[in-house]
């Protein structure tokens, strides 16, 4: 017990500092941004889910270095096929991806990966990690065939328990050792694991799909600086979230998509709460209406 308080009595923050054991910032510090050049392009993307139904049809848009383009929508408006589409984990039906010019729309998710591409996956468990292997060789998954982490056919095992041991200093994940199973961890040092290892590489995009799903508010807090601090080093960032938010919070410009379709382009400083939460419900702007003004408003979703 750290602490008994009210309704009336408590806040936000109150109750974060409480259940975390020290302050927590509840707003992103985010400085202004410099986009520069186009990093991600998608043009009249297709793309059909499992049960082979349109479940993308005919987005376009791009994300530019520099900048975070948060993609809202209520969970299963075909946000992770685009996401699966982008990182080469579906096969697209048409339309074209292109990264840093280079057309990757039938890419593989190595050669995705290779050519500077970071994927912090919507479940982790499932994608994210190998949950009976370590925490070193989860570590090392996007790279444990090059050097130093190979040699030849052989893994170089000290060199993994040596970069996994910074890893894990840096990241502060919290575990045992780094010959712990990942399995093992808690979900906000699993998703530790894998921020540590897609940040830790050269990278020219970003795509965070759902990052702190079932996190608590310490993880969130760290997670959202490392999106934000990767966004200052002149990164692409491709940020997808039903949590409304969080995609205010992060985001410069925000998509929002609707049935398999962008409904909407928003700059995040100009829109409000209460016009991106019409725009997931498919609520659209009447032709020829006028935009409405920021305002500060509340809206439960």
């Known amino acids: 017990m750290v602490g008994t308080t009210t309704p009336k009595q408590a806040d936000k923050a109150k109750l974060a500092q409480m259940m975390v054991g020290r302050q927590v910032l509840l707003e992103v510090e985010k400085p202004e941004e410099k986009p520069g050049d186009p990093v991600l392009q998608v043009e009249h993307l297709v793309v059909t889910s499992d049960r082979r ?3 993308v049809d005919d987005v376009s848009f791009e994300v530019r270095a520099g900048e975070i383009l948060g993609v809202a929508g209520v969970q299963g408006n075909g946000q992770t096929e685009l ?3 982008v990182t080469g984990m579906r096969a697209a039906r048409g339309g074209r991806i292109k990264l840093l010019g280079r057309d ?3 890419a593989s998710p190595r050669r995705v990966t290779e050519l500077g591409t970071a994927h912090v996956p919507e479940d982790r468990q499932r994608d994210g990690l190998v949950l009976s292997f370590t925490v070193a060789d989860n ?5 444990y ?3 130093p982490f190979a040699k030849g056919p052989e893994l ?3 060199s993994i328990l ?6 894990i200093r840096e990241f502060d994940i919290r575990t045992p050792s780094a010959l712990t199973s990942a399995g093992s961890l808690s979900g906000g040092n699993q998703q530790k694991v894998i921020v540590a290892r897609e940040f830790s590489r ?3 995009l970003l795509v965070a799909s759902q990052p702190t799903r079932g996190l608590d508010v310490g993880s969130i807090e760290y997670i959202h600086g490392r999106i934000v601090q990767k966004r200052e080093e002149g990164c692409a960032v491709l940020l997808v979230s039903p949590e409304l938010d969080e995609i205010m919070e992060l985001s410069d410009r925000i998509a929002v998509m609707y049935r398999g379709r962008i409904v909407g382009l928003l700059d995040a400083d100009e829109a409000s709460k209460e016009e991106v939460g019409l725009l997931m419900a498919g609520v659209t702007p009447e032709p020829g209406a006028k935009p409405r003004k920021k305002r500060k408003v509340e809206v439960t979703l």
């Open 145 to 147: 065939y090059q050097a």
């Open 83 to 85: 996401v699966e589409a």
């Open 53 to 55: 139904q349109l479940a």
């Open 202 to 204: 050269p990278i020219h």
């Open 162 to 167: 040596a970069s996994a041991q910074e890893r």
């Open 139 to 143: 570590l090392v998954l996007s790279t």
């Open 156 to 158: 170089q095992r000290e």
């Open 104 to 106: 990757i729309t039938h």
